[in-house]
């Protein structure tokens, strides 16, 4: 079974910065995608910034979060980072970690979740 395994969340205070990991662990053939979304209390889930592997790397992030948040990946440790940079009250939310996974011809390609991190941004 696939697992992925978030950390780095916290409280921070406006201005401040944090870094979330994801790992992914388990048999698989490769990873094609990994990336953050985010839900706010009475709010839908939205993605925060995704990084995509096929030859090339491509890197794509809500509006709200470009130039303060950057996506990065160590493919050695199937590991995802989030560092987020001069965060807002509004950035409160619990991030989810979210992974495409290939497992060859045996197995259908599937998508699995972390179990969420919080993140809470206030003075």
């Known amino acids: 079974q696939v697992q992925l395994v978030e950390s780095g969340g916290g409280l921070v205070q406006p201005g401040g910065s944090l870094r979330l990991s994801c790992a992914a662990s388990g048999t698989f053939s490769s990873i094609y995608s990994m990336g953050w979304y985010r839900q706010a209390p009475g709010k839908r889930r939205e993605l925060v910034a995704l990084i995509t592997f096929s030859g090339l790397t491509f890197t794509n992030y809500a509006d709200s979060v470009k130039d303060r948040f950057t996506i990065s990946s160590d493919s050695a440790k199937n590991t995802v980072y989030l560092q987020m940079n001069s965060l807002k009250p509004e950035d409160t939310a619990v991030y989810y970690c979210?992974?495409?996974?290939?497992?060859?011809?045996?197995?259908?390609?599937?998508?699995?979740w972390g179990q969420g991190t919080q993140v809470t941004v206030s003075s």
């Open positions: 979210k992974a495409g996974i290939e497992f060859g011809e045996s197995r259908n390609d599937e998508v699995f």
